[in-house]
């Protein structure tokens, strides 16, 4: 990996501090890197105190003072793509179980949108590296941390109880646990991102995607281009697939036309080629440039393990159960309810377990909490620049005591309770950031199970406080993660932390509105959920252990139990060969996708593993193309398919939606 330092610096005169508070440009902005200058990664050594002062020597006072940061136009800037992206991930991760990162998309987006408004001398000056970098944290704000947890635990709640709470208890629920997780990485940061230079890989990605960005203009326009034409192209694709009915239902032709619709015509050809008992147990074959894109993004060792997982599943499991009369429905929701069990066992066993590896991680993030408390007894100039840690005790504070009465109001959950779950979270999230800053993956659903053991034993047979508390874990461990990993992309640009800190914050506001109003749309009840259209997978696995943890394994009968010890033992099996045969590991299969793969529809898996095929192809066919535009083409190909499938739900239960919104603003 490329390292490159951005010499810029922030003494700054205080006509350009009040520039840059107004979003004016000042006469001797600088927007773009010095194009001989590398960052610097990894590169302080001495002691905390000395490694703070070299970063504030070498990379923070170099920054140009000219250069602006936190302004109102990378504030809104953020919100809004942000904002959009969320749809984008509560789409995805209601048909797939996951959300996807949107820093680096909000980067490229945001640098093409206001390049060209320079360009046509709409804005005085394009937007600067260091505004773009604050924007890509209001964005990762609003568009992940804040949405996260509604296609999880909010949604495995829906399921358990057929109902879901008020739209004002999900905003403060969704808010709150955000601003738990956001003032909860304040004093983690000088730790993990100052002293240690934690990689956190995605946040020096960021950086890196910023600093091509601004010093080869050319190359990012080529990326937003690819972006934009594979976002069209999605979105035109998902429109043939599911839009053609919205016309049949409008009736603006005088024929159907849904007849010719891309889902229309694959149903034929399926019907055709496989019949119709493989089609009910969703063995079918599908065209969605979403989950091509994603297994793109995931890999082969991902994509082969999904299609090994789905066919084993699918081809294998479900037709023995049926053929022995114990599966009888022929629905989705009918036929899921049978084998998520092993899938989820398999991924809850090898979560744990991979989590319980990173016992040196666990064991630096205990042995460091009284770190993280402490200042140098000696002046450090870093000290004006960190995000004071007076505002993580009062966001501690008012989070706390938001969330107790909440879930007191809504659980009757003790307030001793609630207090045990805010205190728990605290100590996962140190560790949960601090795997993500060594390894760039943030076991959040290994977080969220933790707390969900615990809380089976403190209050057990309450499926509801089980999964909030495990709800407020999982969410914090997220927020505070995404925060670090974008902090990281600060520190190797030389921003002023604090500013940056802000604007993470106040993606938080926009975030939880659309995410929070967005779900209750797409999902006015739980009747959506589990369903061919959502199957929700995420939700299905917080809803199973719940479930189990509550009634007991002996209530689920034979077949489920023995799913749940094979699936478990698999998914112990795996990480242990992963760990003796790490030069074989990508010939090993994951867990992860494999136990994925059992909790939603075959022609997922087989989507994935052609996305993944075909990302390997393109990288040994075209390795520096593929570095190019693998990345945007991927990310646009989800948006604008998910965002097309947004606005054909919305459009398709119009009526609903009046209901649902006359009901939340109450009109």
Aim: with cysteine; aromatic share 12%.
């Amino acid at each position: 990996m490329t390292a490159r330092e951005n010499s810029e610096s922030e003494h700054q005169s205080t006509s350009n501090a009040k520039a840059s508070a107004s979003g004016e440009k000042p006469t001797t902005a600088v927007n773009t890197p010095p194009p001989e200058t590398e960052l610097l990664i990894e590169a302080f050594r001495g002691t905390p105190d000395e490694i703070e002062r070299q970063w504030y020597e070498k990379i923070y006072l170099k920054r140009d003072p000219s250069m602006l940061q936190l302004t109102w136009r990378a504030v809104i800037m953020g919100s809004v793509l942000g904002g959009i992206l969320s749809l984008t991930n509560i789409y995805v991760g209601l048909k797939a179980g996951w959300a996807l990162g949107v820093s680096i998309t909000a980067c490229i987006l945001s640098f093409a949108i206001w390049t060209s408004f320079h360009r046509l001398g709409i804005v005085k000056s394009s937007m600067s590296i260091l505004e773009n970098n604050c924007m890509q944290s209001t964005a990762t704000s609003a568009g992940v941390s804040s949405g996260a947890t509604l296609i999880s635990a909010f949604a495995a709640y829906m399921m358990i109880n057929g109902t879901s709470l008020s739209y004002g208890l999900t905003l403060a629920w969704v808010f709150l646990i955000a601003l738990l997780g956001v003032t909860m990485a304040i004093p983690m940061k000088r730790q993990m991102v100052n002293v240690e230079q934690l990689r956190f890989p995605s946040g020096t990605a960021t950086a890196e995607t910023l600093h091509a960005l601004y010093s080869h203009g050319e190359k990012g326009m080529r990326a937003a281009k690819a972006l934009a034409v594979s976002g069209v192209f999605a979105g035109l694709v998902q429109f043939w697939s599911d839009g053609f009915a919205l016309f049949d239902k409008w009736k603006v032709f005088a024929f159907e036309i849904n007849a010719f619709s891309l889902s229309e015509l694959m149903h034929k050809f399926n019907s055709w080629l496989l019949g119709k008992d493989w089609i009910t147990r969703t063995v079918a074959f599908q065209f969605d440039p979403i989950f091509i894109a994603a297994g793109t993004l995931s890999g082969m060792r991902a994509g082969v393990s999904m299609m090994i997982g789905g066919t084993l599943c699918w081809a294998v499991f479900v037709p023995i159960l049926q053929d022995q009369g114990i599966i009888t429905g022929t629905r989705y929701k009918d036929i899921v309810g049978w084998t998520l069990w092993g899938g989820v066992a398999c991924m809850v066993t090898s979560g744990l377990l991979s989590f319980g590896m990173q016992w040196r991680s666990i064991g630096r993030a205990v042995s460091n909490v009284t770190k993280l408390f402490t200042k140098e007894k000696s002046k450090n100039p870093v000290d004006d620049l960190e995000t004071p840690m007076s505002w993580f005790f009062i966001g501690q504070f008012v989070a706390l005591v938001g969330l107790a009465f909440l879930a007191h109001l809504s659980f009757n959950m003790p307030v001793w309770q609630s207090a045990i779950a805010v205190f728990v979270s605290f100590f996962l999230a140190l560790v949960a950031c601090r795997v993500t800053g060594e390894t760039d993956t943030t076991p959040v659903g290994s977080m969220g199970k933790v707390t969900q053991l615990m809380f089976g034993v403190l209050n057990p047979g309450n499926m509801n406080v089980n999964l909030m508390a495990a709800n407020i874990t999982a969410g914090a461990a997220n927020a505070s993660a995404d925060l670090l990993t974008d902090l990281k992309s600060g520190y190797l640009l030389g921003a002023n932390p604090r500013k940056q800190f802000i604007a993470q914050f106040s993606g938080i506001f926009i975030g939880t509105l659309v995410s929070v109003t967005c779900f209750s749309l797409m999902i006015p009840d739980a009747s959506h959920l589990g369903t061919e259209q959502f199957p929700a997978p995420a939700a299905q696995t917080w809803r199973a252990v719940a479930e189990a943890l509550s009634k007991g394994l002996s209530a689920l009968g034979p077949i489920k139990v023995w799913s749940i010890i094979i699936g478990g033992s698999i998914g112990i099996i795996l990480p242990i060969l992963s760990r003796l045969f790490p030069k074989q590991e990508k010939y090993i299969p994951s867990a992860a996708g494999l136990g994925l793969a059992w909790t939603f529809q075959w022609y997922y898996s087989f989507l994935f593993f052609v996305g993944a095929v075909l990302g390997w192809v393109f990288e040994k066919a075209s390795p520096n193309k593929a570095k190019e535009f693998t990345f945007p083409i991927a990310s646009g190909l989800i948006a604008g398919g998910s965002l097309m499938g947004v606005v054909i739900t919305f459009c398709d239960n119009g009526d609903g939606m009046l209901k649902v919104l006359k009901h939340l603003f109450g009109h």
